[in-house]
């Protein structure tokens, strides 16, 4: 089973600054942490990063019968972006929805998610461990789909 890691922007700045929120890992702790997990869930997994939005509705539809479930976290484009939430029904590859932090927890523009409309499961406040879950999640939908089939 193939999964893509998609982060929106600024995901390539975590540990940075705002541990407080998102923690001390760097976006390359996210990437180790996301292997070691997917090996020991036996899945393949690739990952993309972007800080733009085309850029990231791109990496979507390059999915497009190569990938078997997404796991998503698209940042701030989140509560902005109608072009990512077309973009996963246009390829309709089973999606995951992942934040870091808390974001019911946050101010009022964080509450809307486009992508939520989407994905069949979000996952906020867990870290980095968030990813695992989702990877998970998508090992038991897809798991599910092939034995209704
Ligand atoms: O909690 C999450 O995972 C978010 O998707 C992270 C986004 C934010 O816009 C969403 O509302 C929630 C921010 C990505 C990282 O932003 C940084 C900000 C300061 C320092 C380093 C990263």
Redesign the pocket.
């Known amino acids: 089973m193939k999964i893509l890691v998609i982060n929106?922007?600024?995901?390539n700045?975590?540990g940075?600054?705002?541990k407080n929120i998102?923690g001390a890992g760097t976006y390359e702790d996210l990437l180790d942490f996301c292997r070691n997990a997917a090996e020991e869930l036996g899945v393949e997994v690739s990952f993309f990063q972007s800080n733009h939005e085309g850029d990231l509705v791109d990496a979507i539809q390059h999915a497009y019968k190569v990938i078997d479930g997404i796991v998503i976290?698209?940042?701030?484009y989140?509560?902005t972006s109608v072009a990512i939430l077309d973009a996963l029904k246009a390829v309709s590859i089973p999606a995951v929805e992942?934040?870091?932090?808390d974001?019911s927890k946050?101010e009022d523009f964080?509450q809307i998610s486009y992508v939520r409309q989407y994905c069949f499961k979000t996952i906020?406040g867990m870290g980095f461990e968030g990813y695992k879950e989702a990877m998970k999640a998508l090992l038991s939908e897809i798991s599910n789909g092939a034995e209704k089939q």
Do not use: D, F, K
Request: no cysteine; net charge positive.
């Open positions: 929106g922007p600024n995901i700045m975590l940075i600054r705002e998102y976290n698209p940042a701030a989140t509560h992942v934040h870091i932090s974001v946050r964080r906020t």
